[in-house]
């Protein structure tokens, strides 16, 4: 009986690939812009509008760190929310600039493979970072809808002055990124990187010695390769501390008093994605992708009230656009995933099913 290994199935016309890379460089591109220009529209709420120069006076003296949700550290410092959001910017716009350049591949050369096949999307964060926020964005809020039917409550940030939410929730993107990726997950994998791969560090010059280094905590990917370490092992001590770094992120913040329990569940799964996208790509995409959940909203509801009345719509539009990009993103990986996980399975049982049914003769049907 002849099997059905071997048997490749057929590949989708050349046009027809074409056209779907075509449609999702396009809608990267539109989102991608959306994020640009939240990016440039922040300061001008803060240092061009009437309120939120009174709100960009306020003065702060001192910063207040969570060190793995158990300790509490307080830091004097003399700041205003004026200079502080300066930096913050500036650390955001930095995050872009480094998107563009850094990955598998540079923004003009992804985007070039990615006209050839849909799948090198991901080898840019940028040009792929549309389709994380969206499908992280659509899986929170499946999780928390049916959280809320189930009596499990996630609980919202109270409203103050928007201006100075605005400072907080930009604020808090940085501080969180230190306290539960930078410390319990950055640099315990650096330490491990830089142990595990000592031998092939002693190799190393002066110059690529403090290249591991720094990539070890700013971009993971790179010191793993510089240093030889692609194994199961590393990638069993990678999962662990991203599982952990999210545990904590997510009882952070039903701990900080101001969400409710359902919180845990939904930051904790933010916090896996945070993780891994740290993992693979570098600080600067973990960053980013937070400042999409806390930042790109509270700009996109901001803007048409202080800024630009014509674009009353911009939020909701941007939004519905996210969703149905999140639905996609979600059905399509988990129907790769069923793919790849089940159907060789399934394909070696029909093969032996089919090679263990014995063939009927002529003679045999008589």
């Known amino acids: 009986m002849p099997s059905l290994e071997g048997k490749a199935p057929p590949q989708a016309p050349a046009r027809l690939a074409r056209i779907l890379s075509l449609a999702i460089v396009t809608v990267a591109f539109i989102l991608i812009a959306s994020y640009l220009f939240a990016m440039f529209a922040a300061p001008l709420l803060l240092y061009f509008t009437e309120p939120g120069v009174k709100a960009a006076c306020k003065t702060f003296s001192s910063i207040r760190l969570s060190i793995l949700a158990i300790i509490e550290v307080e830091l004097p410092c003399c700041f205003t929310v004026a200079e502080a959001f300066a930096a913050f910017s500036i650390i955001f716009a930095l995050s872009i600039a480094l998107s563009i350049v850094l990955g598998e591949q540079d923004l003009k050369n992804a985007l070039k493979q990615t006209f050839k096949h849909p799948s090198n999307?991901?080898?840019?964060?940028?040009?792929?970072?549309?389709?994380?926020?969206?499908?992280?964005?659509?899986?929170?809020?499946?999780?928390?809808?049916?959280?809320?039917?189930?009596?499990?409550?996630?609980?919202?940030?109270?409203?103050?002055?928007?201006f100075l939410d605005l400072f907080f929730l930009s604020y808090s993107v940085i501080v969180e990124e230190i306290c539960y990726r930078a410390l319990p997950l950055a640099l315990p994998l650096a330490i491990y990187y830089l142990l595990a791969g000592k031998q092939n560090f002693q190799l190393l010059s002066a110059s690529q010695k403090l290249q591991a280094v720094v990539s070890s905590i700013s971009t993971p990917s790179t010191a793993r390769k510089k240093l030889q370490l692609e194994s199961r092992e590393t990638r069993l001590v990678e999962l662990f501390l991203i599982a952990f770094s999210a545990s904590i992120f997510g009882l952070a913040h039903y701990l900080s008093g101001v969400w409710a329990a359902g919180k845990i569940t939904s930051a904790t799964l933010a916090g896996l994605v945070f993780g891994y996208l740290y993992v693979k790509y570098g600080i600067y995409a973990s960053l980013l992708i937070h400042w999409f959940f806390n930042v790109y909203p509270q700009v996109l509801q901001m803007v048409p009230t202080y800024l630009y009345p014509n674009l009353k719509g911009i939020y909701t539009a941007l939004d519905n656009a996210h969703i149905l990009l999140g639905c996609y993103v979600l059905v399509f990986t988990a129907t790769i995933y069923i793919t790849k996980k089940l159907h060789p399975k399934l394909l070696q049982e029909l093969n032996t099913f089919i090679q263990a049914t014995p063939t009927k003769t002529a003679s045999d049907q008589k």
Not at 121 to 139: E, Q, V
């Open 121 to 162: 999307l991901t080898k840019n964060f940028l040009l792929s970072m549309p389709f994380y926020t969206s499908g992280l964005y659509t899986a929170v809020l499946t999780l928390q809808s049916l959280q809320e039917k189930a009596g499990i409550p996630t609980g919202e940030l109270p409203i103050t002055n928007p």
